[in-house]
T-cell receptor, first 113, second 116 residues
Framework: GENVEQHPSTLSVQEGDSAVIKCTYS??????FPWYKQELGKGPQLIID?????GEKKDQRIAVTLNKTAKHFSLHITETQPEDSAVYFC????????????FGTGTRLQVFP | GAVVSQHPSWVICKSGTSVKIECRSL??????MFWYRQFPKQSLMLMAT?????????EQGVEKDKFLINHASLTLSTLTVTSAHPEDSSFYIC????????????FGQGTRLTVV
């Protein structure tokens, strides 16, 4: 079945620097790759996603890139701010009539002022 | 984005009792909802897929008789933890997808269950 690996597990950056989180997936049939931000004690919040027919997508300070051949995708956050501190999860969707998501192990991002 | 509301946000119950958690899609209809469990500092583990009008599909290793799922309408799915034990204490989260409108999944705020 699908397996999603995520690195790094923790990431500390200075405010204003960029942060990059990488994920790899195993099922070449996966076609949808969302990224979620989870703050302590809350549910995950969808921040950006990308579909398999697109190589890159950007939304203000956040961008996601997808390399289908290598089966990996990355989250890029530029000009980081302290409020970006949270746990970030990548996920891959298994094509089916229910679009089940398999999550990566998470990255704890800390942005220091 | 679409809004998913989960209730309660936290609950404390005694061992042996049952607890029901509700998941509602507020501004869209969801034929499919998902239930996850999350332990501290760990990822989300899919427990089951809740299908409106039919039986839930459980992931391997999840006891269907312990975690009862009912998806009675297009906007409501419930998870009942039966005969709860301390090891059932966890953060339970639901999500709902837009179905034919796209694969995006939106999550509820989660329910912190503590069994004492």
């Amino acid at each position: 079945g699908e397996n999603v690996e995520q690195h790094p597990s923790t990431l500390s950056v200075q405010e204003g620097d960029s942060a990059v989180i990488k994920c790899t997936y195993s099922d070449s049939a996966s076609n949808y790759f969302p990224w979620y931000k989870q703050e302590l004690g809350k549910g995950p919040q969808l921040i950006i996603d990308i579909r398999s027919n697109v190589g890159e997508k950007k939304d203000q300070r956040i961008a996601v890139t997808l390399n289908k051949t290598a089966k990996h995708f990355s989250l890029h956050i530029t000009e980081t701010q302290p409020e970006d501190s949270a746990v970030y999860f990548c996920a891959a969707s298994i094509p089916s009539n229910t679009d089940k998501l398999i999550f990566g192990t998470g990255t704890r991002l800390q942005v220091f002022p | 984005g679409a809004v998913v509301s989960q209730h309660p946000s936290w609950v404390i119950c005694k061992s042996g009792t049952s607890v029901k958690i509700e998941c509602r899609s507020l501004d869209f209809q969801a034929t499919t909802m998902f239930w996850y469990r999350q332990f501290p500092k760990q990822s989300l583990m899919l427990m089951a897929t809740s299908n409106e009008g039919s039986k839930a599909t459980y992931e391997q290793g999840v006891e269907k008789d312990k975690f009862l799922i009912n998806h009675a309408s297009l906007t409501l799915s419930t998870l009942t933890v039966t005969s709860a034990h301390p090891e059932d204490s966890s953060f339970y989260i639901c999500s709902a997808t837009l179905g034919d409108r796209g694969p995006e999944a939106f999550f509820g705020q989660g329910t912190r269950l503590t069994v004492v």
